[in-house]
């Protein structure tokens, strides 16, 4: 079968961040990757990007906005015909910078919120008072005229005040609202004892989510994600590895997707050394997981491999320790075991204690490992 | 489903971008989570989407366009808009 050519490329533009999720979708090492590409290496990617295929590019971080060329890297997208998406916390968003990021031509811009209300959301970020920036930002979103699409990441601690979380995304007028499930790798595995919700909340969250949805045909657009934990088989992790999507991590790392790096024993390809369409094409990482021929026993025969490849390779390491194995989630997995063990301690209940992604505890994981 | 009427008047909405892929040669709309390859009815029916003509007045055209009475390809133009509509791609102003 001819090699896909990728659809949407992911723009790291830094690691730095001025918040601390502890569900961060940065490897846990971020800390250890400290440089960054510059203006025109960025501009280079995309121009790359756009010859082999790409015809969307979305920008996140970390916080991009910490990038202050961001405008300048979107106009390039832009000029090559490029969709333009940008994922910000929200919390250094100016007029000034909303105008530029309009005056660039970007199509959309997302803001994060972490709860419906101050204390509940600053803690969730570590403790810096951010939840009033937060709003500012998604109102000068709609005063600069973009559409406001609000990304929230529901685990066990917020999960309870959806109501309140679609009350304040209709309050901001938000054309959409994407409450997705928090996905267990990386940073989120480290917390997933406290963040993990119970099967409970999880469907209780799905009806709210639905009628909010049902309710609000027209004005505002509800995605509710579903976790794959508590589903029969695996997600198809970004429709399948090196299919139709790649990121460019802040230091010109090359990762099929953004949690990529997490499983030991891959090498990443750098932007720096190589051209994009060598790496998508003919860099071991990518070629590896591509496809269905490197699939294992239980998915090799299963009538669902075109259907989810065999689920999140970062997955079937994290909770394994073989990306070449089935993901865990997939009630066919020999180790599903550990999923249904998660579960029933969430059941029993949660641990309170969070680790914040900050450069120290990034550090220290590093040499625990 | 909604019935979709003569008079209303499709606009492609705002989050949403026609663009000609010159490297797949195939015509794809974008939007903020995604991308749709567009075959070539559903194409020119998004290209006339721009708010100013109603429904009939596109069938119409497309018509035209195709070379065909405008009867035989009414429900499909119509069928395209709904599907669309629902995806929140178009909306139907009044």
């Known amino acids: ?87 910000t916390g929200g919390t250094l968003l100016t007029e000034k910078l909303a105008g ?135 997600k198809a992790c970004l429709h399948g590895w090196g299919r139709v999507f790649l990121t460019v991590a802040a230091d010109g790392a090359v990762l099929p997707c953004q949690t990529a790096r997490e499983i030991r024993g891959l090498k990443f390809d750098n932007v720096r050394e190589r051209s994009l369409e060598k790496i998508w094409f003919e860099s071991e990482t990518f070629c590896k997981f591509r496809g269905t021929d490197w699939l294992p026993g239980p998915c090799q025969s299963c009538p669902r ?24 989630v997939c009630s066919l997995s020999p180790k599903h075991g550990l999923i249904v063990e998660a579960l029933a301690e969430s059941e029993a209940g949660a641990n309170k204690n969070l680790i914040y992604r900050t450069a120290s505890s990034s550090l220290q994981t590093v040499t625990r490992q | 489903m909604m019935a979709i009427a003569d008079t209303s008047k499709p606009r492609l909405a705002a989050k949403a971008r026609l663009k000609w892929d010159a490297v797949r040669e195939k015509h794809l709309l974008l939007f903020p989570e995604g991308v749709l390859v567009l075959n070539k009815t559903a194409h020119d029916v998004l290209a006339l989407c721009a708010g100013q003509r109603e429904v009939a007045e596109i069938v119409k055209a497309l018509a035209t366009q195709y070379g065909v009475d405008a009867n035989a390809i009414d429900a499909d133009v119509k069928e395209i808009l709904q599907k669309l509509a629902q995806k929140t791609f178009v909306t139907l102003d009044d």
Request: hydrophobic share 40%.
């Open chain 1, 100 to 234: 530029q990021l309009r005056d660039a031509g970007l199509d959309s811009l997302q803001v994060s919120i972490q709860d419906a209300d101050a204390e509940n959301s600053d803690r969730m970020v570590g403790g810096a008072p951010s939840f009033e920036k937060k709003i500012r930002a998604a109102r000068l979103v709609k005063i600069t005229g973009f559409s406001l699409t609000l990304n929230v990441v529901l685990q066990r601690q917020n999960i309870g005040r959806i109501e309140a979380i679609i009350a304040l995304a209709e309050d901001l007028d938000a054309e959409r609202l994407e409450l997705a499930n928090t996905q267990f790798n990386g940073w989120a595995l480290k917390n997933r004892a406290a963040l993990l919700p119970t099967r409970a909340q999880v469907e209780r969250a799905a009806d709210v989510a639905r009628s909010a949805s049902e309710r609000l045909k027209g004005r505002m657009e509800i995605l509710y994600v579903l976790p794959d934990y508590f589903e029969q088989f695996p």
């Open chain 1, 305 to 328: 491999k075109e259907v989810d490849f065999g689920g999140c390779r970062c997955q079937a390491f994290l909770l394994a320790g073989d990306a070449s194995v089935t993901d865990p």
């Open chain 1, 1 to 87: 079968m001819e090699t896909p050519r990728p659809f949407s490329l992911l723009c790291e533009l830094t690691y730095r961040c001025p918040l601390q999720c502890p569900y961060c979708s940065n490897p846990l090492d971020f800390a250890r990757h400290k440089t960054e590409l510059d203006t025109e290496e960025w501009q280079r990617v995309l121009t790359e990007a756009a010859a082999l295929g790409v015809v969307q590019a979305h920008f996140s971080g970390g916080e991009p906005l910490l990038r202050s060329d961001a405008s300048q890297i979107i106009r390039h997208a832009r000029g090559l015909g490029l969709y333009t998406n940008l994922s």
